[in-house]
């Protein structure tokens, strides 16, 4: 089945400072990328939305200072968080939507293992 | 837009009971539903989903939901939980080439 990988699962920084994130397709392309965070306890709220080769597409309060997102290729998307603070803190997990992979359905997102931000 | 509520935050139930996870959605035009489950720390497996076709719909684990349109709902069930079961269990609904929009969640505690 189709496979995305996220890298690293576990970060801890400084406050200040800036965390990538990695997102990628290992067996398959990935036109689209979302991008979801998720609170303790709470369901995932989609940050933005990232096409291959064009600019990503934040959601109303998501600042698109702070969440970088590129999607320069068809098997990775990035999610730099600039200048961290605590309340960055959270759980990112990235999804993603491909295509000419047998049995895919339409609609259907994989899901990254997530990547749990502490920013201290 | 389309918007889904998942009824029960947490549901406790014994070993070997059956299960229901409710979840009801609201759109004005036809979508596609998704079961996922997220273990701790971890991020989210597919269960089952339904695009089209018929209404009741299998997936793994035993897991099975039926999609019903008068009622807008689109229901999970297991016949017999395992301890394994344990996790949290989101309802999502959405259109092709879009995003998912994801229910608020339901923990699902299975007990000996």
């Known amino acids: 089945g189709a496979v995305v990988s996220q890298h690293p699962s576990w970060v801890i920084c400084k406050s200040g400072t800036s965390v990538k994130i990695e997102c990628r397709s290992l067996?398959?392309?990935?036109?689209?990328m979302f991008w979801y965070r998720q609170f303790p306890k709470q369901s995932l709220m989609l940050m933005a939305t990232s096409n291959e080769g064009s600019k990503a597409t934040y959601e109303q309060g998501v600042e698109k200072d702070k969440f970088l997102i590129n999607h320069a290729s068809l098997t990775l998307s990035t999610l730099t968080v600039t200048s961290a603070h605590p309340e960055d803190s959270s759980f990112y997990i990235c999804?993603?939507?491909?295509?000419?992979?047998?049995?895919?359905?339409?609609?259907?997102?994989?899901f990254g293992e997530g990547s749990r931000l502490t920013v201290l | 837009a389309q918007s889904v509520t998942q009824l029960d935050s947490q549901v406790p139930v014994f070993e070997e009971a059956p299960v229901e996870l409710r979840c009801n959605y609201s759109s004005s035009v036809s979508v596609y539903l998704f079961w996922y489950v997220q273990y701790p720390n971890q991020g989210l497996q597919l269960l089952l989903k339904y695009l089209s076709g018929s209404t009741l719909v299998k997936g793994i684990n035993g897991f099975e939901a039926e999609f019903n349109k008068s009622q807008t709902s689109f229901h999970l069930r297991k016949p017999s939980v395992h301890i394994s079961d344990t996790a949290e269990y989101f309802c999502?609904?959405?259109?092709?080439?879009?995003?998912?929009?994801f229910g608020k969640g339901t923990s699902l505690l299975v007990t000996p």
């Open positions: 999804s993603a939507r491909g295509r000419g992979l047998a049995g895919v359905s339409t609609g259907e997102l994989f």
């Open positions: 999502a609904v959405g259109l092709s080439g879009y995003a998912l929009n």
């Open positions: 067996d398959f392309q990935a036109t689209t």
